[in-house]
């Protein structure tokens, strides 16, 4: 069990049947009346997140979110499979419940499968992946203003913005959670 006033940041809870993760809390001591703690808290199944007060003292069971890890093998129309890399069990898992971050992620590709009590609800991508760029128009030679973009499509289908030095062919690192270029190879 947890208490509201021993909340952090990226605890995750159980609330009614609700997991929730902490995104962000504050312990409010006003002048008069109680202490209350502020907190933006996240569903971890539907995503959804909301603002909501709790009394320091309200005690909720603490959620534990299962995260295994999995390779990605290939997709059929909604459904995703991936594979335990222990016990080569596979699972499907259909699209809806996917981040956007999962458009960096290519066939074999290592991923943290998230579960709560056996229902599969989401899938963390490594943090940074290296992907070709297979489109980009030329970079204008003179062009020498920073920080200018141009689309770039990946291997994976996404399309990001990448500085213009970047070609058809090179290899790039990208942040999964900004989906922001980082790097060339």
Same mark, same amino acid.
């Given at each position: 069990m947890v208490t509201a006033g021993d909340f952090r940041n990226g605890l995750t809870f159980d609330d009614e049947g609700n997991v929730f993760q902490i995104i962000e809390f504050q312990h409010v001591k006003p002048?008069?009346?109680?202490?209350?703690?502020?907190?933006?808290?996240?569903?971890?199944?539907?995503?959804?997140v909301t603002e909501r007060t709790f009394n320091p003292s309200d005690k909720f069971p603490t959620a534990?979110? /299962?995260?295994? *890890?999995?390779?990605? &093998?290939?997709?059929? #129309?909604?459904?995703?499979?991936?594979?335990?890399?222990e016990s080569y069990e596979q699972i499907a898992i259909n699209k809806d419940k996917l981040s956007d971050s999962f458009r960096f992620v290519k /066939?074999?590709? *290592?991923?943290?499968? &998230?579960?709560?009590? #056996?229902?599969?609800?989401?899938?963390?991508?490594?943090n940074f992946v290296k992907l070709e760029v297979t489109a980009t128009e030329p970079g204008?030679?003179?062009?020498?203003?920073?920080n200018v973009t141009k689309p770039a499509?990946?291997?994976?289908?996404?399309?990001?913005?990448?500085p213009l030095f970047v070609n058809e062919?090179?290899?790039?690192?990208?942040?999964?959670?900004?989906?922001?270029?980082?790097?060339r190879e």
């Open positions: 002048g008069k009346g109680a202490a209350f703690v502020r907190t933006k808290i996240r569903n971890v199944i539907t995503g959804a534990f979110i /299962e995260r295994k *890890d999995m390779q990605y &093998l290939y997709n059929d #129309g909604d459904l995703y499979y991936f594979m335990d890399n /066939e074999n590709m *290592d991923v943290k499968i &998230l579960s709560y009590k #056996g229902n599969v609800f989401g899938m963390e991508p490594p204008v030679r003179g062009d020498t203003a920073t499509t990946l291997e994976t289908g996404a399309e990001i913005k990448v062919g090179d290899i790039i690192q990208i942040d999964t959670r900004t989906g922001e270029y980082m790097g």
